[in-house]
């Protein structure tokens, strides 16, 4: 089946740093990417959606400022988490469509802020 | 905003009984699905049913939909240990690139 990778699956850093985070999907064009954030022992919100080569659409009370969103191709897309803070130490996992509509998810990102 | 209702939230059986996780929805739906989720993973693809369904079946999973009632169940016949992790419904709303709402969730634990 179709493979959506992120990288990285662990990232550690520092109060009042950027980290990006990257989507892939290995072996199909996305029409759209989605972001979704989960806390521990919760379920996935979704963030934002992302078309390529459009703006992203934020889900209501997602700071667009603070997590910005680049899909530059049809097989990438970027979350940037600026100025990060403890609060927003997450599992980020994205999901990509393809052309028939399929949803694949990735493995998924640790971020924790110290 | 998450519109999906799970129960029970957390489930604990022995090796080989039959799990049943159950969901709930707010609005008219077009797919309801169910994932699995080991912690700290990503999420594994179970099943679609689409809203014209009512049953589907793959494996030892069994998913029923009841759109009258806006529910959704997973039964997981014969459990095995490695069935142990997080079950999540998630629905949509729309054909075409749809954004999931997901459920929050059932943890189950398979005892041997």
């Known amino acids: 089946g179709a493979v959506v990778s992120q990288h990285p699956s662990r990232v550690i850093c520092k109060s009042g740093t950027s980290v990006k985070i990257e989507c892939r999907s290995l072996d199909f064009q996305a029409t759209t990417m989605f972001w979704y954030r989960q806390f521990p022992k919760q379920s996935l919100m979704l963030m934002a959606t992302s078309n390529e080569g459009s703006k992203a659409t934020y889900e209501q009370g997602v700071e667009k400022d603070k997590f910005l969103i680049n899909h530059a191709s049809l097989t990438l897309s970027t979350l940037t988490v600026t100025s990060a803070h403890p609060e927003d130490s997450s599992f980020y996992i994205c999901?990509?469509?393809?052309?028939?509509?399929?949803?694949?998810f990735g493995p998924g990102t640790r971020l924790t802020v110290t | 905003s998450q519109q999906g209702e799970e129960d029970p939230q957390a489930l604990s059986i022995q090796e080989g009984e039959n799990a049943t996780m159950n969901c709930s929805y707010k609005t008219s739906i077009n797919n309801l699905q169910w994932y699995r989720q080991n912690s700290g993973r990503g999420l594994v693809h179970l099943i679609l049913?689409?809203?014209?369904?009512r049953e589907k079946h793959s494996g030892r999973l069994r998913v029923t939909l009841d759109t009258s009632k806006k529910s959704s169940s997973l039964l997981i016949t014969a459990s095995r240990a490695a069935d142990t992790a997080s079950y999540f419904c998630?629905?949509?709303?729309?054909?075409?690139?749809?954004?999931?709402?997901f459920g929050q969730g059932t943890r189950l634990t398979i005892n041997p």
């Open positions: 049913i689409r809203s014209n369904e």
């Open positions: 999901s990509a469509t393809d052309p028939s509509y399929e949803q694949y």
């Open positions: 998630a629905t949509d709303n729309k054909k075409g690139a749809q954004k999931l709402v």
